[in-house]
């Protein structure tokens, strides 16, 4: 099949700058606005069940073991998490890509190939991010917390990764790229992965103090993101 093919202009949401619209831009395209369409809602709606059906008990959490961590944290999950992710990204990814208000580049028929490869490994991190969701059910929450009841899941991408959600958020960055070589996209999403991955070391400390010597194995055999990514946190401490 032709990936360099024109289409109409109509299937790039994002627009193609003063190129043509071709299978393979419309491919990745589309499949970016559909992951984060459903990252958006699954994220939203998870959260609003757990928050009415799911567990209430919390455990005390163990104290950070550094100061400058824990402000970083908490400032970049309360500042940054909410204004880019939950605002500025629908913003960026809904409302001014779609409208085509965003800058794009000149996208060369010759990238079909390309772009259709980005639109393939969304299809897999869209995939991977059900996945995670459906594996922890009620032990997920937005944010890290010890709940009572917090089961260790070890099942589906949990075999891979100790973090998943997160490999699959850096994982969809390199496909966004390549699906629709907008860097304004990229960064924006980014920003979000940054907020998000440098909860990994808190994770994992409330991980070591609800599950002790359980997770300390489970630690040992599986890295925190996965291949190629097994040495990032490695040794990551809140």
């Given amino acids: ?137 009620a032990s997920w929450r937005p944010t890290p917390e010890a709940l009572e009841g917090h089961e260790l899941v070890r099942t589906g991408m949990f075999r891979f990764a100790r973090h998943p959600m997160y490999a699959v958020f850096i994982w969809f960055a390199v496909a966004l790229y390549l699906g629709t070589t907008n860097w304004i996209l990229v960064g924006m999403w980014l920003t979000m992965v940054f907020v998000t991955v440098l909860r990994i070391p808190r994770e994992e400390q409330i991980m070591e103090h609800i599950f002790g010597d359980e997770y300390t194995a489970y630690r040992r055999r599986v890295s925190a993101l996965g291949f190629p990514l097994c040495c990032l946190f490695r040794y990551a401490e809140a």
């Fill in 1 to 137: 099949m032709d990936f360099s093919q024109a289409v109409p202009s109509s299937w790039c949401v994002y627009g193609t700058g003063s190129g043509a619209c071709t299978l393979g831009a419309a491919a990745g395209q589309v499949s970016a606005l559909v992951f984060v369409l459903t990252w958006f809602f699954t994220t939203h709606v998870h959260s609003c069940v757990q928050c009415c059906y799911g567990p209430k008990e919390s455990r005390a959490p163990p104290p950070y073991n550094s100061e400058g961590y824990e402000i970083l944290n908490e400032a970049c999950g309360g500042i940054c998490g909410l204004c880019c992710g939950m605002f500025w990204v629908p913003i960026v990814f809904f409302l001014l890509g779609p409208v085509q208000l965003l800058p794009m580049p000149d996208v060369s028929p010759g990238n079909g190939m390309m772009q259709m490869a980005g639109a393939v490994l969304t299809a897999l991190c869209l995939l991977g991010f059900l996945d995670v969701h459906f594996e922890m059910g």
